[in-house]
């Protein structure tokens, strides 16, 4: 039990006690306030100390260590493809005859340790074309790409090119001379999913009208397509005249000769054949359509030049 004396001196006490706890809040806030003020010029960094700070009084508040950049590693980025294919194309035309033409100078400055071939006149027909076709990454910073070479008379032949990338992927060199291989061997094929058979009708003739429109550019597509799809115009036309050779489908919908309720969607394969004069063009088109008050419209083209909400 406290005496008389001491219940008064820890009543006179108390006051004084809170004031002081009461001051020393209020200066810890102005400080507060003028750190954050303070750290504003410094950078987003310290504002965001001084803001952890401030709102935590009485504890530390640890800043996150800088996570370190992602490097990227040479498989991510070096794809010698493009290096290979230019550097066949200049070795290919080039002739240990004549190393200062351009392209045989070329092909000793993407290989310098590679011999030029030395091609009879006339022996061959020229090369029209070189094209990578694979690249497969062999080790730490070494690749093999395949690439092929088309010439004048159609034949096609592969090579096998090794390059070396350094770790960027933002230097190549071909470390060795071109070696002649078979090509690749040809995928095999997903069963198509397009099994429905659309019969003349409604869908086939829309189908029809809107690939005609399409192709020739003797008609505006826009009255074809659903609405908020958009599709860039075909230029220059792909045929005078186009027909539809056959048409199918994925589902079963498609079937129906009568246009079905609105929303309904199926996904057709359309072969056209397209006439101009400069002959005979076989063609297919991946489409999707939607019925909608009793027609069917356009909702998307697979090559991705029809799309809801774009621009012409």
Not at 113 to 133: G, H, K, M, N
Not at 166 to 176: K, L
Not at 240 to 251: D, I, N, P, R
Request: charged share 15%; glycine share 8%; net charge positive.
């Amino acid at each position: 039990m406290l005496s008389g004396t001491q219940a008064a001196q820890c009543e006179a006490a108390a006051p004084m006690a809170a004031g002081a706890r009461l001051e020393a809040m209020r200066r810890r806030v102005c400080l507060s306030r003028v750190a954050v003020w303070t750290v504003i010029a410094a950078g987003p960094i310290a504002l965001a100390v001084a803001v952890a700070v401030a709102s935590t009084p009485g504890t530390v508040a640890q800043v996150p260590e800088a996570t370190p950049p992602v490097t990227r590693t040479a498989a991510a980025v070096a794809d010698p493809g493009g290096y290979a294919q230019v550097f066949l194309a200049a070795w290919l035309r080039s002739s240990a005859d004549d190393t200062a033409s351009a392209r045989a100078r070329l092909a000793r400055s993407m290989a310098p340790e590679v011999d030029l071939p030395e091609p009879t006149p006339d022996a061959q027909p020229a090369v029209r074309s070189v094209t990578a076709v694979r690249s497969v990454r062999r080790g730490s910073g070494t690749w093999s790409v395949t690439v092929a070479a088309q010439y004048a008379d159609g034949s096609v032949r592969y090579y096998v090119v090794p390059v070396a990338a350094d770790r960027w992927g933002t230097s190549f060199t071909v470390t060795g001379n071109p070696g002649v291989v078979a090509g690749p061997p040809r995928a095999k094929v997903a069963k198509s999913s397009y099994t429905v058979t659309v019969p003349d009708g409604d869908l086939s003739s829309a189908v029809g009208q809107f690939l005609a429109a399409y192709l020739t550019g003797a008609a505006e597509v826009d009255r074809y397509l659903a609405p908020g799809v958009k599709l860039l115009a075909l230029a220059p036309a792909a045929g005078a005249t186009v027909s539809v050779q056959e048409v199918l489908a994925v589902e079963e919908a498609a079937a129906s000769e009568q246009v079905p309720a609105d929303g309904t969607t199926v996904r057709v394969l359309a072969k056209v054949e397209a006439r101009d004069a400069t002959g005979r063009w076989p063609l297919a088109y991946e489409l999707t359509l939607k019925a909608r008050s009793g027609r069917w419209e356009v909702a998307a083209l697979q090559s991705g030049t029809a799309h809801a909400g774009g621009a012409r």
